[in-house]
C-alpha cells in the first residue's frame, strides 16, 4: 500500500466509515460524494497512484506541445465528525479500470484497514420503469445477516436478488471476504434517462446515508438540481412528443382523399357549401 498511495495527513480518525464513489448510471455515487465534499469540511487525506492500474490510450497536445500522460484520479478525502460517533473518509474514483479492478478494489481497502475502517459504502443506480416524475426509491443491500437487519428497520429491503456491476458490487464483495461490513445504497432510475445525470436519485441516497450516520447536510441546493434536471427532462418530451406527432400524422388537406377530378367533386375546395 505504502508503493500505491500518497499520504498528504495523518489525521486521528474516530471510528471512522468509509463512502466510496466512481462514475456509473446517472452518476449517481459520484453526485453524493461531491456534494457532500463541498458542503462539509472534507480535508485531503490521499492519492492512488492510478499509473499501476490504468493505461493510458494517449495524450494531449496543447498549443502544439504534448503533455505527460494522464491517469484518472483516485483520491481519498477525511471529516471529522463532530456531532456524531462516526467520522467519514470518501474516497472518489474519476474511473474504474479495465484490468487490475480486483487488486484495484484490494488497494482501496487496504487503505481503509490502515485507517480503522469498519463498514463501507457504495451507491449505485436501480434501472426501473419508475416514471421521471416520481419521487426514487432507494434499497439496500449488505454482506452479512446483522447488517441486513440494521437496514430493515429503515425499510431499505427489496424482495429478491439484484446483479452490482462494477467497483460498487466488487469493492463489496471483496470487503465481505476481509470481515468489512458493507452497504450498497441503490436508488430507482428511469430507463429512458439512463444516459443522463440523475440528481434526483442521488438527493435519494444522500438523504438515506445521512439518517443512517447520523449526519446534518442542507439539501436544498441539490433539491433545486433536482427541480431543474426534471423540468429539463419535462420540456425534452414534450419536444419529442411533438415531433413524434408531427412525423405520424398529416394535416387533412395534405392526405391523399383517392381518385382526382371524380365528376361531383371540386378539387381544392374543401368544407365549401353548397
Known amino acids: 500500500m505504502k508503493k500505491l498511495v500518497k499520504l498528504f495527513a495523518k489525521p486521528k480518525l474516530n471510528a471512522p466509515v468509509m463512502l466510496a464513489a466512481w462514475p456509473g448510471i446517472g452518476n449517481v455515487a459520484i453526485v453524493v460524494a461531491n456534494y457532500l465534499l463541498d458542503k462539509l469540511d472534507f480535508k485531503d487525506l490521499a492519492e492512488i497512484d492510478a499509473s499501476y492500474f490504468f493505461d493510458p490510450i494517449g495524450v494531449l497536445a496543447r498549443e502544439h506541445i504534448i503533455e505527460t500522460p494522464q491517469f484518472p484520479q483516485s483520491r481519498f478525502y477525511y471529516w471529522k465528525n463532530k456531532k456524531g460517533k462516526n467520522d467519514l473518509i470518501i474516497f472518489v474514483g474519476d474511473d474504474q479500470p479495465d484490468s487490475k479492478i480486483y487488486d484495484f478494489a484490494g488497494c482501496v481497502l487496504d487503505f481503509a484497514g490502515a485507517f480503522g475502517v469498519k463498514r463501507i459504502y457504495t451507491c449505485a443506480a436501480a434501472m426501473t420503469n419508475i416514471h421521471f416524475t416520481e419521487q426514487p426509491r432507494v434499497w439496500a443491500v449488505g454482506t452479512n445477516k446483522q447488517l441486513v437487519e440494521e437496514l430493515r428497520k429503515y425499510e431499505l429491503l427489496q424482495k429478491g436478488s439484484i446483479q452490482i456491476a462494477g467497483l460498487n458490487g466488487l ?47 442542507d439539501t436544498n441546493e441539490l433539491a ?37 377530378g371524380e365528376e361531383g367533386e371540386d378539387e381544392g375546395n374543401i368544407g365549401e357549401e353548397n
Open 171 to 217: 469493492l463489496l464483495g471483496l470487503a465481505k471476504e476481509r470481515d468489512f461490513d458493507g452497504v450498497c445504497l441503490m436508488a430507482e432510475v428511469p430507463t429512458q434517462t439512463s444516459r443522463m445525470e440523475n440528481p434526483m436519485a442521488a438527493l435519494a441516497i444522500l438523504k438515506v446515508f445521512a439518517r443512517l450516520l447520523s449526519i446534518e447536510i
Open 224 to 260: 433545486e438540481g433536482a427541480k431543474e434536471t426534471m423540468e429539463q427532462i419535462k420540456q425534452a418530451t414534450a419536444i419529442a412528443m411533438g415531433e413524434y406527432i408531427e412525423h405520424f400524422t398529416q394535416p387533412i388537406w395534405e392526405q391523399d382523399n383517392g381518385e382526382e
